[in-house]
């Protein structure tokens, strides 16, 4: 197993533990108890059998909570999408890479039951740097000359590699380089093939601080946030608040962006545009995304929105959020969307 420079980072959320109650930190002006962070070992109702998602908070099978996630590589050019299995991941991650389009990766504590995942497309530097935070063993098919650094500091599933034909597929109803999927039984027989284990080196903990169910996180102070409009110029995404569910529906290329799988609308609860310098790698046209050495950004749930700042422990260790008061900022139980915004695009964003 690859050797890691850190330990997996700290994410919160609202727990009750055998022996320490924590209370939800709704606005952290009104109230001065914070919620603690969850760990794999904490069961807050035993009598379902079930733990809280390090992801995500909500409640899932005991079994997944024990285990390392996958992150794994989405194509998101036209012609790759719709894609096949994103809307189960936890969190997503949204970059920019060369020419203007983006991939995102999803970060999944449950893949189960999905008939195929993908297609899956090519690492670049920064996103391993993300996966490593969730300790999550990270798949892609294929990587740009300057991401090989990085990938030797995770575990990585290479569907392009001596394991490829173990792990991935191409399938038959799309072109390649679009049409590379895997499924949940390839994921695993990946795993073995590469030796790696499922298994956290330590009790991890959650990467965010989190609310529960019952007591949404409203942001008082803030900006309305109806419409949330990140700015990439090739997909055009947006985020569209709908107040009957409380959850951000999500929109690019001019339509509704679906699973194939179910033919539904991604949503997602809480939304951070993490504001990013870059420079170019020399005589090429990839992006040197640096995100390990902090900035600002905005942080969205409920219709509202304010400003943050990040900082990560860097440079392989977590990131963390905080609101213009210094404190660690705490989201609502539920998905959770990340876009790497690039500096000097940042007149592109648009919040209604």
């Known amino acids: 197993m690859k050797?890691?420079?850190?330990l997996l980072g700290l994410i919160a959320v609202l727990i009750l533990a055998i022996s320490l109650i924590a209370?939800?930190?709704?606005d952290k002006k009104e109230e001065e108890t914070k919620a603690t962070k969850q760990t794999e070992t904490t069961t807050v109702d035993?009598?379902?059998?079930k733990l809280r998602s390090l992801l995500t908070n909500e409640w899932i099978d005991e079994e997944l909570v024990l285990k390392r996630p996958v992150a794994i590589m989405f194509n998101n050019i036209y012609d790759g999408c719709p894609q096949n299995g994103i809307a189960k991941a936890g969190i997503i991650y949204e970059a920019p890479v060369e020419g203007g389009i983006c991939r995102l990766m999803g970060v999944f504590d449950d893949y189960s039951g999905l008939e195929r995942i993908g297609s899956i497309r090519s690492a670049r530097t920064y996103f391993p740097m993300f996966a490593n935070e969730y300790d999550a063993i990270y798949m892609h098919h294929g990587y740009a000359y300057y991401a090989i650094d990085a990938l030797e500091m995770?575990?990585?599933l290479d569907c392009g590699g001596g394991y490829g034909g173990v792990m991935a597929y191409r399938s038959d109803d799309r072109v390649a380089p679009h049409n590379s999927f895997t499924t949940p039984d390839m994921i695993d027989a990946g795993i073995e093939a590469c030796g790696y284990t499922r298994d956290y080196?330590?009790?991890p903990t959650s990467h965010f601080y989190f609310s529960d169910e019952k007591t949404q996180i409203n942001i008082v102070d803030g900006i309305t946030a109806n419409i949330i409009k990140p700015g990439y110029?090739?997909?055009y995404p947006s985020f569209e608040y709908d107040p009957a569910t409380k959850l951000y529906k999500r929109y690019q290329?001019?339509?509704?962006h679906i699973d194939e799988l179910t033919g539904e609308q991604l949503t997602c609860k809480n939304i951070i545009l993490q504001y990013c310098n870059y420079s170019m790698y020399e005589d090429s046209p990839y992006l040197n995304i640096n995100v390990s050495e902090g900035g600002d950004g905005m942080f969205f749930t409920n219709g509202m929105g304010e400003s943050i700042t990040w900082a990560k422990d860097y440079p392989w260790g977590t990131t963390h959020y905080y609101d213009m008061a210094g404190n660690e900022i705490t989201l609502n139980t539920g998905k959770t969307w990340i876009c790497i915004c690039l500096t000097n695009n940042l007149g592109a964003i648009g919040v209604e």
């Open 3 to 6: 050797k890691r420079l850190v």
């Open 23 to 26: 209370g939800c930190k709704k």
């Open 46 to 49: 035993p009598t379902i059998g």
């Open 154 to 156: 995770v575990d990585d």
């Open 201 to 203: 080196s330590e009790t």
């Open 233 to 235: 110029p090739v997909n």
């Open 253 to 256: 290329y001019g339509e509704a």
